[in-house]
């Protein structure tokens, strides 16, 4: 099997994105927040969010939009939670590690934690918690993903373990499985 090579530019992006996009749809925790409550339309938004990316990882697109006001209104209507932000990191860094490997990809899965806990944060107040409570969207709280390893879709040299029915399972990973 061969590795996968690092994001290298705009395409490698929309790729990406398209591929998150298409499994944030369709997970039953955050999905609705884009199908139901925002109504997404995908290609009239993955311009901005690709510039959005463009510019954190190769400082490259003009954007200039708040990425902010539409998490906000959001939570205005349903609030988000850790669990919400988890999830969505959860399904960020399998799709980077199902589709590349090297130092932008590390970069972008860096970011996409920080800027879900930022949120998070910034939407809950200055107490808000990376924690939440017990079957709040699962079993409680913002996963640190660091620890993780998505199983069905993580590089081989994360993986470890029997695959049970083929489903795409995640478990705590070892300290040594990591790197």
Same mark, same amino acid.
Request: net charge neutral; no cysteine.
């Given at each position: 099997?061969?590795?996968?090579?690092?994001?290298?530019?705009?395409?490698?992006?929309?790729?990406?994105?398209?591929?998150? %996009?298409?499994?944030?749809?369709?997970?039953?925790?955050?999905?609705? %927040?884009?199908?139901?409550?925002?109504?997404?339309?995908?290609?009239?938004?993955?311009?901005?969010? !690709?510039?959005?990316?463009?510019?954190?990882?190769?400082?490259?697109?003009? %954007?200039?939009?708040?990425? %902010?006001?539409?998490?906000?209104?959001?939570?205005?209507?349903?609030?988000?939670?850790?669990?919400?932000?988890?999830?969505?990191?959860?399904?960020?860094?399998?799709?980077?590690?199902?589709?590349?490997?090297?130092?932008?990809?590390? @970069?972008?899965?860096?970011?996409?934690?920080?800027?879900?806990?930022?949120?998070? @944060? @910034?939407?809950?107040?200055?107490?808000?918690?990376?924690?939440?409570?017990? !079957?709040?969207?699962?079993?409680?709280?913002?996963?640190?993903?660091?620890?993780?390893?998505?199983?069905?879709?993580?590089?081989?040299?994360?993986?470890?373990?029997?695959?049970?029915?083929?489903?795409?399972?995640?478990?705590?990973?070892?300290?040594?499985?990591?790197?």
């Amino acid at each position: 099997m061969a590795v996968p090579r690092d994001i290298r530019d705009r395409a490698d992006l929309d790729a990406l994105l398209r591929r998150f %996009y298409a499994a944030a749809f369709a997970d039953p925790l955050i999905g609705p %927040y884009f199908t139901e409550i925002a109504g997404t339309d995908l290609d009239a938004h993955l311009p901005d969010i !690709g510039d959005f990316w463009e510019r954190a990882l190769f400082r490259g697109a003009e %954007y200039r939009r708040d990425a %902010y006001a539409p998490h906000a209104a959001l939570h205005a209507a349903r609030p988000l939670t850790a669990a919400h932000f988890g999830r969505w990191v959860q399904l960020w860094r399998a799709t980077v590690d199902g589709r590349h490997a090297g130092p932008v990809a590390e @970069r972008a899965k860096a970011q996409g934690e920080r800027i879900a806990v930022a949120l998070l @944060r @910034r939407l809950g107040g200055p107490d808000a918690s990376t924690d939440a409570p017990e !079957g709040v969207g699962g079993s409680g709280g913002f996963v640190p993903l660091a620890a993780l390893a998505l199983r069905s879709v993580a590089p081989a040299h994360t993986m470890s373990g029997k695959s049970v029915g083929g489903t795409d399972e995640f478990r705590r990973a070892r300290p040594s499985e990591l790197s």
